[in-house]
T-cell receptor
């Protein structure tokens, strides 16, 4: 299975600012995914990112708020834009390579 | 129809005991049922998985029991150890354009006490 490096691992940000989260996969993967996980809660899919095409967003998530880049088959970024305290959460990237592998997550606190 | 219901929300088990986590689904299009284990500060990691043509799968101390007619499946952890303390997510997935689109349960926080 793939190994994913995600950074930053945590950050504290001011409201109104943006944070970009990066995920690097150790092998080429077609599908990458971004999830949000509230502490103690389940995983909610934000969007699916294929290389060379626009990301597909789930209901309740929009590109202006969560722009995603997928420049190649091993890398993706998620930006959380114009942050508010409600965006405080854990953000996880994931890749599909015959099974799901997850990064270690980014714990975001917006103050 | 896309929901996967998981119970209990939390579980405390004595070391050496059996931990049991239950899940139920509605959508009969699901064709793959993985369980994930998540430690604090880490992403979920695949623990064990089963397909609906099998009623049971065992890997070491971990066993999945699957009841297709009832649309239920469960994870049994035998001889539970303090190192098993983690959050467990059941999931159900179906083929969607070359990959498995997955729906996660709500999670069970397991604490194994010495």
């Amino acid at each position: 299975s793939a190994v994913i490096s995600q950074k930053p691992s945590r950050d504290i940000c001011q409201r109104g600012t943006s944070l970009t989260i990066q995920c690097q996969v150790d092998s080429q993967v077609t599908m990458m995914f971004w999830y949000r996980q509230q502490p103690g809660q389940s995983l909610t899919l934000i969007a699916t990112a294929n290389q060379g095409s626009e990301a597909t967003y789930e209901s309740g998530f929009v590109i202006d708020k969560f722009p995603i880049s997928r420049p190649n088959l091993t890398f993706s970024t998620l930006t959380v834009s114009n942050m508010s305290p409600e965006d405080s959460s854990i953000y996880l990237c994931s890749a599909w390579r015959g099974g799901y592998t997850f990064g270690s997550g980014t714990r975001l606190t917006v103050v | 129809q896309q929901q996967v219901k998981q119970s209990p929300q939390s579980l405390i088990v004595q070391k050496g005991g059996i931990s049991i986590i239950n899940c139920a689904y509605e959508n009969t299009a699901f064709d793959y049922f993985p369980w994930y284990q998540q430690f604090p500060g880490k992403g979920p990691a695949l623990l064990i998985a089963i397909r609906p043509d099998v009623s049971e799968k065992k890997e070491g101390r971990f066993t999945i029991s699957f009841n297709k007619s009832a649309k239920q499946f469960s994870l049994h952890i035998m001889d539970s150890q303090p190192g098993d303390s983690a959050t467990y997510f059941c999931a159900a997935s179906m083929n969607s354009g070359g990959y498995q689109k997955v729906t996660f349960g709500t999670g069970t926080k397991l604490q194994v006490i010495p």
